[in-house]
C-alpha cells in the first residue's frame, strides 16, 4: 500500500510516511502533519487487540454466518480464552448497530414479542424485505402507533394482528389471530412475515447465545437486524470488513 495514500488516524491530514515496525512486526506511520505514529489498527475497532490480523478475519467470517456463533465456539476456534471470543462478539455486534433500517417501505407487517422479558415490537416490510426491531416499555396505544407511524411508509398500508393497541392506525387492516392466521376476506392481509423475523430472531437467540442478557438486548436487535436484512453471506462479511478498520473512538469496552 502506498505510504502517501495513508491518512493520519488523529488529524485526517493526507501524506503519511512509514515510520518502522511496532513490537507485533505491523508497519508504523508518522504524519507530517501533526507528527504523531500509527498503525493501521490505531483508532479502529482493533485497537489495542493482540490478536492477529488472521485470526480478526476468522472472526469476521464466522460472525457473518446465517446462523453467527457463540463466543466460546467462537473461542475454541481460534485458540483463544472464552472471554476474548465473547469479547469479539460484542465487538462486532456492536458495529451493527449503525446499520439499523429507519423507515419500511410499502406494505408493511407489525407484531410485539417478548425477548428477556421485555417487550420487543418487530415491522418489516414485504416490499424491501427489511424488518426493525425496536425495545417498547409496553403495548399501549401511545407507545405503538407513533413508533408505526415513524417507521411505515406514509403511502402503504400496514398489517397487525387484532390487538387493541394499534386500533387507532391509519390505513390499517387486521387478521384476527384467535381465528385464523390469515383474512379469508383479504387473503393478502397476515403477518406471517414478520413471524418468519421473530423465528429467525428466536433461533438466534435460543440456540446459538441460550439466552440473552437484557442489559445487551439492544445490540442483539441489532445484530438481529443485520443478520435477516442483508441475506449474503459475502454482503455481510463485507460491510463488517469495511466498518471494522473504519476509525472510531467508541467501539472498545
Ligand atoms: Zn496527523
Known amino acids: 500500500m502506498s505510504a502517501r495514500r495513508i491518512f493520519c488516524r488523529f488529524c485526517g491530514a493526507a501524506g503519511s510516511h512509514r515510520f518502522g515496525k511496532d513490537r507485533q512486526r505491523r508497519q508504523r506511520f508518522k504524519c507530517p502533519h501533526c507528527s504523531k505514529i500509527f498503525t493501521l489498527r490505531t483508532r479502529t475497532a482493533k485497537s489495542g ?3 492477529s490480523d488472521e485470526q480478526w478475519r476468522m ?5 457473518s454466518l446465517r446462523a453467527g456463533m457463540s463466543g466460546t465456539d467462537l473461542s475454541a476456534v481460534l485458540c483463544v480464552h472464552r472471554r476474548t471470543g465473547q469479547k469479539l462478539n460484542r465487538i462486532l455486534r456492536r458495529l451493527t448497530v449503525g446499520l439499523r433500517p429507519r423507515t419500511l417501505p410499502g406494505v408493511s407487517e407489525w407484531d410485539e414479542s417478548m425477548f428477556s422479558k421485555q417487550w420487543v415490537l418487530g415491522g418489516v416490510s414485504r416490499q424491501s424485505g427489511q424488518c426493525l426491531l425496536q425495545i417498547v416499555p409496553n403495548r399501549t396505544e401511545e407507545t405503538l402507533v407513533p413508533i408505526v407511524e415513524r417507521h411505515s411508509d406514509p403511502e402503504g398500508f400496514v398489517f397487525t394482528d387484532e390487538w387493541g393497541g394499534y ?5 390499517h387492516m387486521t387478521v384476527c389471530h384467535a381465528r385464523e392466521f390469515v383474512n379469508p376476506q383479504a387473503t393478502f392481509v397476515h403477518t406471517n412475515t414478520q413471524e418468519g423475523v421473530w423465528g429467525h430472531a428466536k433461533a438466534l437467540s435460543w440456540h446459538t447465545y441460550r439466552g440473552i442478557p437484557k442489559p445487551s438486548l439492544p445490540q442483539f436487535l441489532c445484530e438481529i437486524m443485520f443478520r435477516y436484512n442483508i441475506r449474503s453471506y459475502q454482503t455481510r462479511f463485507s460491510v463488517l470488513s469495511a466498518l471494522l478498520s473504519r476509525k472510531t473512538n467508541s ?3
Open 251 to 253: 467501539l472498545l469496552s
Open 59 to 63: 472472526a469476521l467470517r464466522l460472525f
Open 49 to 51: 487487540s493482540q490478536l
Open 167 to 171: 386500533i387507532n392506525l391509519l390505513r
